[in-house]
């Protein structure tokens, strides 16, 4: 990135517009290999870091400050699944829009209502640990679906519904996290 604006990776050209995936110059996929990414960071900061572009003027380190913005918002985005699942749905054509809409199949309904109520019941740290776990079981199951409908089906549509899944889980498993807090206060 010697002079910044558009980039070559690879045959691509790359600007600040570009997919997190071309930027990454990974494949546009669910499944990412998270070692992968993790040292492609590092490189493209290494590549925009502000301090690189010192000799060349302001106008030039505002620039490499939005390339490195722009790298952190991907990395972000790529290394978290759900987010990179709402992501892969956005561009395949199938927004999640889960702060307008929360629909969701009556089953996955009645689980949520099962699941808080076990939370509210549990007496011990050890009945919270047992609900943590089959609720973890349960979020692999989930991104598992998820990966096949984007990886290997191209469902956007079916897959928004897996997203939103994964969205109340991730909530569930934050609520769980306090209740654990909350018993381990207890034991102080």
């Given amino acids: 990135m010697a002079v910044l604006g558009d980039r070559a990776v690879g045959d691509k050209s790359i600007t600040l517009a570009s997919s997190d995936f071309e930027l990454f ?17 590092k490189d493209l900061q290494r590549e925009a870091h502000p301090d690189k572009f010192a000799a060349q003027g302001a106008a030039a380190q505002r620039l490499a400050m939005q ?21 892969l749905c956005e561009l395949g054509g199938a927004p999640v829009n889960a702060d307008i809409n929360t629909a969701m199949p009556a089953q996955f309904l009645m689980q949520q209502m099962e699941w808080r109520e ?5 007496a011990s740290a050890a009945e919270v640990g047992a609900l943590n776990a089959h ?13 096949e409908l984007l990886d290997q089906h191209h469902d956007y549509a079916q897959a928004v519904g897996q997203v939103r899944a994964l969205m109340f889980i991730e909530r569930f498993c934050c609520d769980i996290d306090a209740r654990f807090e909350h018993f381990e206060a207890l034991q102080q």
């Fill in 25 to 41: 110059d990974v494949p546009r996929r669910f499944a990412q290999d998270r070692a992968a990414l993790d040292k492609r960071w």
């Fill in 67 to 87: 390339w490195s913005v722009r790298i952190n918002e991907a990395y972000q985005r790529l290394k978290d699944p759900l987010r990179r699942a709402a992501y």
């Fill in 118 to 122: 076990e939370l509210d019941a549990t």
């Fill in 135 to 147: 609720v973890l079981d349960n979020k692999r199951e989930v991104l598992k679906l998820c990966g």
